[in-house]
């Protein structure tokens, strides 16, 4: 099911990044939000998550559901003493709370997120001596455990070396052929073109939608 913005303002105090912007990602799809830096790519993505409350506009998700949302690899800071394992469990932690023990079923659901993105022999490791690419793929699994049906991803490529791009690239593809509505932030030109939709943002506004050989300028 697809998520629709509607004459969207949104910002941080009273200050506003995005101007009225109105937008549909499709169901099922990958949605890449493109445009320079400060254009507001990751001030919608909070708003999608709901972190970050509209000034003005609407935002329609499908059933009302909360999106699971990839932070950037570079907000997780490397002296975070967790491991992988607990990196992605976390994801559950919005439907339990974070003291509350997680059922044999979250258990099951954490184990499945680690087996599809290749972690399970990594399980028990912290989480801060992966690779970048093997980082990002744990912050997607802890997406995944949310069981959203839009996963939100900020700049998942950016910093990875051409064949974790493509591997992240394949997963968001992989991701939404199950029915997920993935959206996510890239300056990554590949990334651009191998998503099936595409948002142009420029300081803050809506400036082309459509697939992304019609969006990106070539200069991107
Ligand atoms: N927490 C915040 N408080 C105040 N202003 C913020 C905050 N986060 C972002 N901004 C401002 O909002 C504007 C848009 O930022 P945003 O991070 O949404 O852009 P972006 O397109 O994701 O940029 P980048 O490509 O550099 O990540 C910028 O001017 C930025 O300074």
Redesign the pocket.
Known sequence: MSVTVRELTA???K?A?LHRVSARMPGGAVTAVV????????????VLAGVLAPMAGTVELPGGDRPGLVL?RSAVPDSLPITVRETVAMGRWGRRGPWRRLTAADRDVVEECLARLGLTGLAGLPLATLSGGQRQRALIAQGLAQEPGVLLL??PVTGLDEASRGEVEGLMAEIAAHGVTVVH?T?DPDAVSRADHCLL?SE?RLIAEGPPSAVVPARL
């Open positions: 910002g941080y105090r200050r990044v445009g320079p830096n400060g254009s507001g790519k990751s001030t919608l993505l909070g950037q900020d700049e932030a300056h943002l803050g």
